[in-house]
T-cell receptor, first 113, second 114 residues
Framework: KAGVTQTPRYLIKTRGQQVTLSCSPISGHRSVSWYQQTPGQGLQFLFEYFSETQRNKGNFPGRFSGRQFSNSRSEMNVSTLELGDSALYLC????????????FGSGTRLTVV | DQQVKQNSPSLSVQEGRISILNCDYTNSMFDYFLWYKKYPAEGPTFLISISSIKDKNEDGRFTVFLNKSAKHLSLHIVPSQPGDSAVYFCAASAPGAGSYQLTFGKGTKLSVIP
């Protein structure tokens, strides 16, 4: 079966711009989570959605937002980009939560210049 | 405040020997622990997990040990193979709303030398 698909794979944006990243979960998975990976901080939790509802949110500023559609696809948006937002953004899907097993996509590499 | 710590950024092991990757945590609410492996340019891949009601879980060459009193877990890989060379992340979750997020350590880069 198809895995978690993230688009685009690479993105270069300018400071101050906004960006939207997309994630298509494994078919049947209703939980989608987003993580930011940077060399200094490792993987950090952004937010998690289940059936179009945000169930939990990490410690990130309001510039980071997300949503989930009725087909479980999810998008995350970052507004007013800063240089420090350069990172690998990973999406993970699960039937319902961590104990159901999270499957990660390959990520979107965002570079802010 | 790092709640999950992997104090060894890197580890080198000879092929065929045992690899032991360590992880410490500070949040006593964590009740589920996972190990992920990550190759460059790929997302993390789930390896093995353990619930806090157990102290050991095995899956083939991989065994995870949990010492709740010490807030410590370890991943043993026996025997180590060159294909095991990757970054290994320890992760944890707490019950309730915390079960919807994983808290990761910063990873340990394992190099298995042929």
């Amino acid at each position: 079966k198809a895995g978690v698909t993230q688009t685009p794979r690479y993105l270069i944006k300018t400071r101050g711009q906004q960006v939207t990243l997309s994630c298509s979960p494994i078919s049947g998975h209703r939980s989608v989570s987003w993580y930011q990976q940077t060399p200094g901080q490792g993987l950090q939790f952004l937010f998690e959605y289940f059936s179009e509802t945000q169930r939990n949110k990490g410690n990130f500023p309001g510039r980071f937002s997300g949503r989930q559609f009725s087909n479980s696809r999810s998008e995350m948006n970052v507004s007013t980009l800063e240089l420090g937002d350069s990172a690998l953004y990973l999406c993970a899907s699960s039937p319902g939560g961590p104990q159901g097993g999270y499957t990660f996509g390959s990520g979107t590499r965002l570079t802010v210049v | 405040d790092q709640q999950v710590k992997q104090n060894s950024p890197s580890l080198s092991v000879q092929e065929g020997r045992i690899s032991i990757l360590n992880c410490d945590y500070t949040n006593s609410m964590f009740d589920y622990f996972l190990w992920y492996k990550k190759y460059p340019a790929e997302g993390p891949t789930f390896l093995i997990s353990i619930s806090s009601i157990k102290d050991k879980n095995e899956d083939g060459r991989f065994t995870v040990f949990l010492n709740k009193s010490a807030k410590h877990l370890s991943l043993h890989i026996v025997p180590s193979q060159p294909g095991d060379s990757a970054v290994y992340f320890c992760a944890a979750s707490a019950p309730g709303a915390g079960s919807y997020q994983l808290t990761f350590g910063k990873g340990t880069k394992l190099s298995v030398i042929p």
